[in-house]
């Protein structure tokens, strides 16, 4: 099946600080790229879907300033939590959908661990 | 929007037993519906999907079957093995690059 690359995979930062999460789709075009976030033992929550070329489409409750996603290309789209805190701890986790003929299945990266200390 | 609800959130069975975990959803636009499989800190993987015009599909020791009229869909995993546990997560969207609507996840234990 087709692959999304998430890096980093951890990341441990200070408060106050800021870090970027890269996901590439690595044979295939996404267009469209959904960020998610995952508490322990919980759900996945989209907080965004990325979109190649324009603004990013944010869900009710997540603060566009605090989590910039930037979709530059068919191939890579990044997620940067601004001004860390550690309440922003929590595994972040992309997906893109490969659309065929045939096919229609998300794929996800390898998630994020966020560590804010 | 689309709400996905999913029972039940934990699940214990032993070795051999059969598993059923069973997901509904709300808007009838919905024509897809996968359901992954997600370890402790890996991500999650497709296991098994079903499209609207399908009934039920089965692929070895798991199914998947679909009633459009109860907007419920449900995943039956038999003779279940220790590494059947993990997190099982339904979802539901339309098909082409709308986003998927998870349901909250189940927890699949399985005891030797």
Known sequence: GAVVSQHPSRVICKSGTSVKIECRSLDFQATTMFWYRQFPKKSLMLMATSNEGSKATYEQGVEKDKFLINHASLTLSTLTVTSAHPEDSSFYICSAREVTAMNTEAFFGQGTRLTVV | ?112
Not at chain 2, 45 to 64: C, F
Not at chain 2, 74 to 103: K, N, W
Request: aromatic share 8%; hydrophobic share 30%.
């Open chain 2, 1 to 112: 929007g689309e709400n996905v609800e999913q029972h039940p959130s934990t699940l214990s069975v032993q070795e051999g037993d059969s598993a059923v975990i069973k997901c509904t959803y709300s808007d009838s636009a919905s024509n897809y519906f996968p359901w992954y499989k997600q370890e402790l800190g890996k991500r999650p993987q497709l296991i098994i999907d079903i499209r609207s015009n399908v009934g039920e599909k089965k692929d070895q020791r798991i199914a998947v079957t679909l009633n459009k009229t109860a907007k419920h869909f449900s995943l039956h995993i038999t003779e279940t093995q220790p590494e059947d546990s993990a997190v099982y997560f339904c979802a539901a969207s339309t098909r082409g690059y709308s986003t998927l609507t998870f349901g909250k996840g189940t927890m699949l234990l399985v005891s030797p």
